[in-house]
């Protein structure tokens, strides 16, 4: 183990929740939740439409309050977190964008350096140079004055990861971050994720093709929509069982050296 694996492995945990219940209305979608992301780690949560992914993440970021439970980022009670402390911490991409006021791609990765602004103060060359550099990590070096408006769905999809990664969080929470993008800007993101975990970050993200979690990830969460969940190494949590009873249809899994996925029978 090298000297920087060894830091992280004395530390706590980025996110830990227990006993974590998520519920809307009287549907109790996730029952008794109790895992960790450990420091250097990718986590995706897999599940059908309406089993909760979205609202779990909402609720590990504190955007809405646990029916049961408790969370802790970096050892520390979630509740117990100044909102602006935290977001230095912890980063949402959530699962849609809004644009409601007219801005430029560069205007809008740098909302990312907000938490590290003081207030009344402006965004100065350093903060500049980190959202340039984020967008030339989404591929997106010639598009700082383009009007949001005039993007496509993939291309401001990658100008969000942008503003995340502007952000400079130790801990990101990712709605679906490969949604509305081409099969080559899906791997070339789940990369630069992968790589920020490999330097220390820790992610979770939800996604719905298993097989690009079986390649970037080192754990599953399974959300089954009833209440019941099952999480553990990749490995083991993404089988041809396991996917099946998810999505609830029959699915065979194909191997090719060290890649695998899952396509429907």
């Not at 209305?25 to 992914?53: H, I, Q």
């Not at 809008?108 to 060359?125: K, M, S, T, Y």
Request: net charge negative; hydrophobic share 45%; aromatic share 4%.
């Amino acid at each position: 183990m090298n000297a920087a694996a060894t830091a992280a492995a004395v530390q706590p945990a980025l996110l830990e929740c227990s006993n974590l219940e998520v519920q809307v209305a009287a549907r109790r979608l996730v029952d008794n939740l109790s895992f960790t992301v450990p420091r250097g780690s990718v986590t995706c949560m897999l599940g059908c439409n309406g089993a909760g992914k979205t609202l779990t993440l909402h609720t590990l970021a504190g955007l809405r309050a646990a029916a049961a439970g408790a969370i802790a980022i970096a050892g520390k009670p979630l509740e117990q977190w100044p909102r602006r402390e935290l977001a230095r911490r912890l980063g949402l991409l959530t699962q849609t964008t809004e644009d409601p006021f007219p801005s430029t791609v560069i205007e809008c990765a740098l909302v990312g350096r907000h938490p590290h602004i003081g207030f009344w103060q402006w965004e100065n060359d350093t903060d500049r140079a980190i959202a340039n550099s984020a967008l030339a990590a989404v591929g997106l070096t010639d598009f700082q004055s383009r009007d949001v408006a005039t993007l496509s769905g993939g291309e401001r999809r990658r100008v969000a990861i942008a503003a995340m990664l502007t952000q400079d969080p130790d801990l990101m929470l990712l709605d679906e971050p490969v949604n509305h993008l081409d099969p080559h800007q899906q791997i070339e993101v789940l990369r630069l994720l992968r790589a920020r975990a490999d330097a220390g970050s820790s992610v979770l993200m939800s996604l719905h093709d298993a097989g690009l979690a079986a390649r970037f990830a080192d754990q599953a969460l399974l959300l089954f929509g009833n209440g019941e969940w099952l999480c553990g190494p990749t490995q083991d949590v993404l089988t041809e069982a396991t996917i099946s009873r998810l999505y609830g249809i029959p699915v065979i899994q194909l191997s090719w050296g060290e890649g695998r996925t899952f396509v429907a029978r």
